[in-house]
Nanobody, 127 residues
């Protein structure tokens, strides 16, 4: 059983930065596709970024150039560095794991088939 625990969410002003962490327990994270997702009130959960078993990364257009996903094998943790935050980045952020990265036909990271989820960490960006 894979267990995921997020941390690092906070309230920041627009233009600020945050680093979210996702600690992976129960399995070596490098055996999974790891993804970050977010869900704002009244909206569907959407993909943000992913890092695959070979280290390749994927970013949704809304965060390209501002967010960076990475992993640290020494502590089985992966991260989402978020810079130049905007009010529209406000959401609950979740990390997730799956045997493979899952994308829609249009190439967007899809939460539908990710098997393991953390409890979420809140990010609030004030304008």
């Amino acid at each position: 059983q894979v267990r995921l625990v997020e941390s690092g969410g906070d309230s920041v002003p627009a233009g600020g930065s945050l680093r979210l962490s996702c600690e992976v327990a129960g399995h070596t994270y490098s055996n999974y596709c790891m993804g970050w997702f977010r869900q704002a009130p009244g909206k569907e959960r959407e993909g943000v970024a992913s890092i695959d078993t070979d280290g390749s990364t994927h970013y949704e257009d809304s965060v390209k150039g501002r967010f960076a996903i990475s992993r640290d094998s020494s502590n089985n943790t992966f991260y989402l560095q978020m810079n130049s935050l905007k009010a529209e980045d406000t959401a609950m952020y979740y990390c997730a794991a799956n045997a493979v990265c899952d994308y829609t036909e249009s190439g967007r990271l899809s939460p539908a088939n990710f098997a393991y989820w953390g409890q979420g960490t809140q990010v609030t960006v004030s304008s």
